[in-house]
């Protein structure tokens, strides 16, 4: 692998913390890249993602899809020579274990109002 195939990618989490800079091949895909995210995770943080979905990737302003490879996801004008690009990392638990986690807490109950005009 020559220098010119790696990129130093460094993650910036939602308290402003870093994940890296870590040097990646240009040909890695997204999904490698939050799998390794969730791997390096600090245990110590009230939010932590379980699987790749919950984790999204944005730099340059897009959120970068699974398929795309780090060379794809590029954008020339954001990186300087030997620099380190940062993406930033958002943590959004997928809905339906939201949906599954509030039918457990909270039993529906019957409620029945009136109004009088």
Known sequence: MTEEELVELKFRLYDGSDIGPIRYSSASTVAMLKERIIAEWPKD????????NDVKLI???????????????????????G?????????????AKIKTEKKVDEPKKSVCSCSIL
Do not use: D
């Open 59 to 81: 730099c340059a302003g897009k959120i970068l899809e699974n398929n795309k490879t780090v060379g794809q996801c590029r954008v020339p004008f954001a990186e300087l020579p």
């Open 83 to 95: 620099g380190v690009i940062t993406m930033h990392v958002v943590v959004q638990p997928s809905l």
């Open 45 to 52: 943080k009230k939010v932590i993602p379980k699987t790749a």
